[in-house]
């Protein structure tokens, strides 16, 4: 099926993620904490628990104010080379869109007006009740695409999610560096329209 479609994660690959570096200064190999972790961030991107409250709690883990905590979680910086890339050379091509386990919406303090122009759609889990890897999820990502998944390409920094992509039908890449993501591209790409397509 040809590729109509490709959709990119948020954190860690449109602009860097601050959650482990928050976990690797704050708690080190401290199991019990980190399983805390990952059951506060499930929490508060399916929606069932604020941002605020997220961070709070986050705080009292990492024994550090509230303050701290929101200035280290909020650092985030964009991904320019990656965003000039899409704007360039795959946007002309294919509907773009956005998939992100988060649990609020900072898209328009994250990017520039221009750069949100790039997405044809964004899907957030809190607005949803879904998170990645859950199948669902993807499968919304397509619909409201108006495409199949079978027509998708999905990038995530993280295994587990392009496995869920997988499993929905998806084609995935996960990613590591803009250089990695254009060769991985080229090969899924290619032949297509009789060339390379990146």
Not at 2 to 26: H, M, Q, T, W
Not at 31 to 44: N, W
Not at 134 to 144: G, H, S
Not at 184 to 192: M, N
Request: charged share 25%.
């Amino acid at each position: 099926m040809r590729i109509s479609a490709i959709i990119f994660d948020c954190f860690g690959v449109l602009v860097e993620a601050s959650l482990e570096p928050f976990c690797n200064k704050y708690l080190g190999n401290d199991t019990e904490r980190l399983t805390q972790v990952k059951s506060l961030d499930d929490k508060a991107c399916s929606g069932t628990i604020t941002y605020e409250v997220y961070v709070e709690e986050m705080a009292k883990l990492a024994g550090i104010s509230v303050d701290e905590a929101t200035e280290f979680l909020d650092r985030n910086p964009a991904n320019r080379e990656l965003l000039n890339y899409i704007g360039t050379e795959l946007r002309p091509r294919y509907k773009i869109g956005l998939l992100s386990n988060a649990s609020d919406n900072w898209l328009e303090e994250l990017f520039t007006p221009e750069e949100l122009s790039l997405f044809n759609d964004t899907v957030l889990s809190f607005e949803h009740g879904i998170v990645k890897p859950d199948p669902a999820i993807f499968n919304l990502a397509a619909k409201r695409l108006g495409v199949q998944t079978g027509e998708c390409v999905f990038v995530d920094d993280r295994l587990e999610y392009c496995n869920g992509a997988t499993k929905a039908g998806m084609r995935a890449i996960c990613y590591k560096s803009l250089d990695q993501l254009k060769n991985d591209l080229s090969v899924t790409l290619i032949g297509e329209s009789g060339t390379n397509a990146t």
